[in-house]
C-alpha cells in the first residue's frame, strides 16, 4: 500500500542531544530523508547546494518569506535559516519520511503552518542530566549555566504542544522510541480506511 | 519513570491471523501480560486455573455481569466466556502492558467499558489471502467460504472505531508493528506532564 509521508519534528532544549540522536537515527533507518535548511550565510569549504543548504542571497530569502514558502524562519547572528516548504512537501509526496531537527520555538513555528506534523520532543533523563551536558567542557559562567538551564524548564512546559516525548537517557533506546513512533504513525488506522473501502468494493463487484 | 501500563486490544475477522500474531508477540515481549478470559465451561485435561482461564459457575458467572466485573461477555455453545475487568485493572496498575485477543464484536464492546484501550485491527494483505486462510482445510464449502468473506468485509469497515491497523503481511513485521506502537503510546505527551512539571519544581525550589 502506497502511502504519503510524514513530517517528523524532533526538537528539545539545547543540551539534550537533539543532534547526536538524529545522527545515530541516521543510521539505523537511511530510508528517512533530513529536512535541508535555506540560508543566507556563505557556504563552508565542502558544503554542497541541496545537501548541506540551499544558499540563497538575502533578496532570494527575503521572496520565500514573502511567499510563504518556508515553514518556519529566523535571523541568527545576521544571516537567515529556514526551513523551505517546497523540499518538505515533494519528499512527502514521494512517500519518503522527512525527519526536521529544530528548537522548540522553530518547532512551535512549524506546527502553525504544518499541523499535520508529528511533533516529538527529546526531555533529559533529569535535571542534573542536563546540567551536567549544558556546563559541558567546564567553560560556562555559572550565569550562563542558570539562564541556559532557566531556558530549557521553560521549554520543556512547551511539552503540551507536542505529540510525544522521548526521554533520552541511552541513545540506543531513544531511536528505538523514535523509529516505534513513526512505525506506529503509518499504521493510523485513517490511513487505512481506502485499503478498506476498496476491498469492500471488490468483493460488491464479485 | 514508572508508568500505569496499557490495554492493547488486537482483534480483526476471523482467519486474519490474530492467533498466531499474539503467539509470536509472546515470544518476542515476554514482559507483556495476557488477558485471561472467565468461562463456565469444564477445564479440560492440563488446563490451569487463572493461566488458561478463570473457571466459574453458571450462578458466579452471572453474578459477575450483574456486577458488571466484564469488560465483554459473550455465550458460545451454551457456554459462557468474558474478560475479567479485575485482572486487566490490577496489571495496568502495577504498571504491566496487558494484551487483549478478541474478535471484532467483543473488542467493540471493550471499547464501550474500557474506552482508553488501545485497539488495533490486524488487516489480511488482501482480499485474496483471507480467502486462502479461510478455505484452509478445503472442508468448506463454497456458501460457508462466501459468508465467511463477507462478515470479514463487513467488520472491515468497523476499522473506523480503532486507533491503528496493521497488515498481516509477514509475521516478524506485523510483530514489530505492534510492538511499535505498543511503544509509541508509551511515549505520548500527556504521559510525561507530571515528570516535566516535576522538572520545573525542582528548579524553582533550587
Known amino acids: 500500500m502506497e502511502q504519503m509521508g510524514l513530517l517528523i519534528v524532533l526538537s528539545g532544549p539545547a543540551g539534550v542531544g537533539k543532534g547526536t540522536v538524529c545522527t545515530a537515527l541516521r543510521a539505523r533507518m537511511p ?4 529536512s535541508v535548511s535555506a540560508t543566507t550565510r556563505q557556504p563552508r569549504q565542502g558544503e ?3 545537501v548541506n543548504y540551499f544558499f540563497k542571497t538575502r533578496e532570494q530569502f527575503q ?4 511567499r510563504d514558502a518556508l515553514l518556519e524562519h529566523a ?21 519518503k519520511d522527512v525527519i526536521l531537527e529544530i528548537e522548540v520555538q522553530g518547532a512551535l513555528k512549524v506546527k502553525k503552518n504544518f499541523p499535520e506534523a508529528i511533533f516529538v520532543f527529546l526531555l533529559p533523563p533529569s535535571l542534573d542530566e542536563l546540567k551536567q551536558r549544558i556546563t559541558g567542557r567546564g567553560t560556562e559562567t555559572q550565569d550562563i549555566i542558570d539562564t ?9 512546559n512547551l511539552l503540551s504542544h507536542y505529540d510525544y516525548a522521548v526521554i533520552n537517557d541511552e541513545i540506543d533506546a531513544a531511536c528505538d522510541r523514535i ?14 480506511m481506502p485499503y478498506v473501502t476498496g476491498m469492500k468494493t471488490t468483493i460488491e463487484k464479485a
Open 31 to 34: 530510508e528517512i530523508v533530513y
Open 48 to 50: 554542497v547546494e541541496g
Open 63 to 66: 521572496d520565500m518569506i514573502a
Open 75 to 95: 535571523e541568527y547572528v545576521g544571516n537567515y535559516y529556514g526551513t523551505p516548504r517546497d523540499f518538505v512537501d515533494r519528499t512527502l509526496a514521494g512517500g
Open 148 to 156: 541556559r538551564m532557566n531556558v530549557a524548564v521553560e521549554e520543556m
Open 179 to 192: 523509529r516505534s513512533i513513526i512505525i506506529a504513525e503509518h499504521c493510523r488506522r485513517e490511513r487505512f
